[in-house]
């Protein structure tokens, strides 16, 4: 079965630490890849998300991602947190070429960034 | 403005009772989803649909039903079968394989 591995489920740094959340997948074929973030209190929203081409791709607040499909990896990474990026993070994984068109979440990371 | 709305925010059920969530878009989108989120368990997926008068289980549908008779709504019955029914429910759209919108939640609670 298909499934979205995040490996920390909680992360704590402080202001102007690097940042860097593994995400990986157990799918061979084509795949669409997304990073969420919900903030406190509010609805989940997308940081950036892959389809095809660059595997680096930039997401908004200065966030990033690189897809390395030889380790169907795909890690959301930030050079420098702020205390606002403090809320949970979510992998999710589109497999494509069935009928199947749900998303495959991973469990979500819980980032604290201390003043 | 386009996007997803769900009603009510907070929603208090009695056990015993059945209760529906709604859920609406107007973004035009064919796929629909309801999710259940509950502490250190991230998304997890009840039903989803890809198309109107068609829609499968996910998850963890025990306990729930949903229909899908306009594009634009797809409300989830949370029945007396739900044996934990208090959670944080999530619906969302999404334009075939591309990007999910969230509507911004139904906290249910069983009193």
């Known amino acids: 079965a298909q499934s979205v591995s995040q490996h920390n489920h909680h992360v704590i740094l402080s202001e102007a630490a690097s940042l860097e959340l593994g995400c990986n997948y157990s799918?061979?074929?084509?795949?669409?890849l997304f990073w969420y973030v919900q903030y406190p209190g509010q609805h989940l929203q997308l940081l950036l998300k892959?389809?095809?081409?660059d595997p680096l791709v930039k997401g908004i607040k200065g966030f990033e991602a690189e897809f390395i499909k030889s380790k169907f990896s795909f890690n959301l990474r930030k050079p420098s947190v702020q205390w606002s990026d403090t809320a949970e993070y979510f992998c999710?994984?589109?497999?494509?070429?069935?009928?199947?068109?749900?998303?495959?979440w991973g469990l979500g990371t819980s980032l604290a960034v201390n003043p | 403005d386009g996007g997803i709305t769900q009603s009510p925010k907070y929603l208090f059920r009695k056990e015993g009772q059945n209760v529906t969530l709604s859920c609406e878009q107007n973004?035009?989108?064919?796929?629909m989803y309801w999710y259940r989120q509950d502490p250190g368990q991230g998304l997890r997926l009840i039903y989803y649909?890809?198309?109107?008068?068609?829609?499968q289980k996910g998850d963890i549908a025990e306990g729930y039903s949903v229909s899908r008779e306009k594009k634009e709504s797809f409300p989830l019955t949370v029945t007396s079968a739900q044996k934990n029914p208090t959670a944080f429910y999530l619906c969302?759209?999404?334009?075939?394989?591309?990007?999910?919108?969230f509507g911004q939640g139904t906290r249910l609670t069983v009193v």
């Open positions: 799918y061979g074929g084509t795949v669409n």
């Open positions: 649909s890809q198309i109107v008068n068609d829609f």
């Open positions: 892959y389809f095809s081409g």
């Open positions: 973004l035009n989108h064919d796929a």
């Open positions: 969302a759209s999404s334009l075939y394989t591309d990007e999910a919108f």
């Open positions: 999710a994984v589109n497999a494509l070429g069935g009928n199947n068109r749900k998303l495959i």
